[in-house]
């Protein structure tokens, strides 16, 4: 009798801990799931500024790198006779933030952004505020970018006309262009890029 009395005790415990360890398994796979969740973009917005917002960087980066006498520098090996110098480079690409993320907004955008726009700044320093605020207010409209908004229509003579997720897919193109044509410009004054600088690319 003490024998099936202790029989029946070990299955009981053997039960119960089964389902304490089913349970934690569970509890492991939903914290897995959520987590896993974390990892991408929630919105539609998300997904097109976080690679925005690395891209701004990365130029960013580059931008502070030159030095401040090398902002009027334009590269003479090669056909560059039609290049914009370093600087007007820089204040082409914040112009050209201001006048996507206008059409995106339905307001009317800068005429003048193949010359840089009217922006007064032509310091090194005033160039990269020129920059900065031009990020921080193309990244502000595009945080309400939505699921029913994403296919609105957008005109206006940059890039458009689009709709507002296609613009703001081409503020991030925009400036990968001229990144890959500053890079250039950086390693011809003997800089690497930053980003390369903290990473490290092995090519051979």
């Not at 939903?30 to 991408?40: G, N, T, V």
């Not at 902002?71 to 914040?94: C, L, N, W």
């Not at 945080?143 to 081409?170: C, H, M």
Request: glycine share 8%; net charge neutral.
């Amino acid at each position: 009798m003490r024998f099936l009395s202790f029989t029946a005790l070990l299955i009981v415990c053997s039960i119960t801990l089964a389902g304490v360890a089913n349970s934690d398994s569970q509890q492991n796979s939903a914290a897995k799931l959520a987590a896993k969740s974390d990892d991408i973009p929630k919105s539609i917005a998300e997904s097109v500024s976080g690679t925005l917002q690395f891209t701004e960087g990365n130029f960013l980066a580059l931008a502070e790198a030159m030095p401040e006498e090398k902002y009027s520098y334009i590269p003479t090996a090669g056909k560059f006779d039609d290049a914009r110098s370093f600087g007007e480079q820089v204040k082409h690409v914040a112009c050209a933030q201001f006048a996507f993320f206008n059409e995106f907004e339905g307001k009317k955008p800068p005429d003048d952004c193949e010359k840089g726009g009217h922006d007064p700044a032509k310091t090194k320093a005033e160039l990269i505020k020129y920059l900065k605020d031009s990020f921080d207010y193309g990244n502000g409209v595009l945080a309400t970018l939505t699921a029913t908004n994403a296919l609105d229509r957008v005109e206006g003579r940059y890039a458009g006309p689009s709709t507002k997720l296609g613009i703001s897919v081409v503020a991030v193109w925009h400036i990968t262009d001229h990144y890959g044509q500053l890079v250039e410009y950086l390693r011809l004054n003997g800089i690497a890029p930053p980003f390369t600088q903290k990473y490290g690319v092995k090519v051979r």
